[in-house]
């Protein structure tokens, strides 16, 4: 299989198994907002402009969905997301109205945190056993409390820290732009929507979800969650109001949401690797020789973001493509020289889009949480013999050391 055909199949492998084993917040089990769905769980779209309260379903949506992409930075998805609804729902029954007013939160401080530690010993319950099991570690260590690092992010045990930071901080947004209305004199059902929308891309709004001086998240987000955010706006619950023709706000409009998942599955199956050496990696200090488990090499995947290929006669077969990606759904504002490898997935997809393949970005983010969760784990004895990837996987086929030897 030649270098181009294999990034082609591999994209559509994982776009497919994205499409069909897709794990997406089940927002109709929230209970606040159990009108807003069908009694299939179907989004009713023809209401998402309804008021509820002063604001419109498809803010208060959006203002939920922010404060589960910062949240889902911690250690268990599955578990995070039952954080989340549990609390909303609980907060709700109290009249703590967190998502409708931001502000209870905060007012309310003592009863959020409570609930916030009460709701996690209930999760840690159900959760603790399956996730020792699939980590290799004790129950014990179970916790969804997280703090920024040097290294990234670390457990904690102050829940104030957890809870002020991870979950105080989205909230804030979109209480920040009510006041700033308020100020203007200007009313809106959605000012988070409205700010949201005001960028030329999802990519754009992403950056700025976290880099923006006024509303800006910083440190209590990461990459990965403003385009994990960018995702689920876009893609996975389709909220976009304002732009739904714009080549902007379309389904590769915003990069991939790279995380340990994406980087130990596209690493091992030598995706990456037909983009630039090993040792390109090492320098770029995205592979950290024995700084992993075990003694083994670290794959740090946010190290990827800003690098450019490599293979120059891959890249150069479709880089007017890659030129038009950037510029027209991207929109990132200047005409590329070379090809940044965090944005192949943009580019890949786009040129199946155009040979009558209807796959996005999501899709294939979805295919490395199902592989990267299910089959590729993050220890030196994944179960590759059931792997979907293991026909095409070069560390199944050629180079073991590739699987047992890295970890993210």
Known sequence: MGDLEFVYEITKRLSELGR??????????????????????KLRYDELDEYDGGSSRREILTRYLLVNVVLDQGPDMIGVRELLKNVTTKLYRRETRIFHRPIDFFRELGISIDEVLDEHKSVKKIRAEDWAREKKSTPSKYNLFFAQSQRGLISTKQVLDYAVHRWGVPLCVPLLLEKDLQKAKVESPQPLVDYLESHKSAEIMAQQLKDEERYGLGSAIGDKACHLFAKMYVSI???????????????????????????????????????????DYENWNVIQRNAGKSGTHYIRVTNIRGKKAQNISLVSSFFSDYVDVVTNY????????????????NLLIYELIKEGHRYSVADFDD????????????HENPTCKNCPLKDLCRGYNKDRSLIGGYTT
């Open 237 to 279: 619950f389709k909220l976009v109001k304002y732009k739904p023709k714009d080549t902007g706000w379309t389904d590769i409009s915003y990069e991939v949401p790279f995380d340990s998942n994406a980087g130990r599955v596209l690493f091992r199956t030598g995706f990456l690797l037909e983009w630039a050496t090993l040792e």
């Open 367 to 378: 295919g490395l949480m199902y592989v990267g969760t299910k089959y590729c784990f993050n």
């Open 20 to 41: 069909n084993n897709r794990e997406i917040p089940k927002l109709y089990e929230v209970e606040p907002f159990k009108h807003y769905f069908s009694t299939e769980g």
């Open 330 to 345: 991207l929109k990132i504002g200047y005409r590329p020289q070379s090809l940044e490898i965090q944005r192949l997935v």
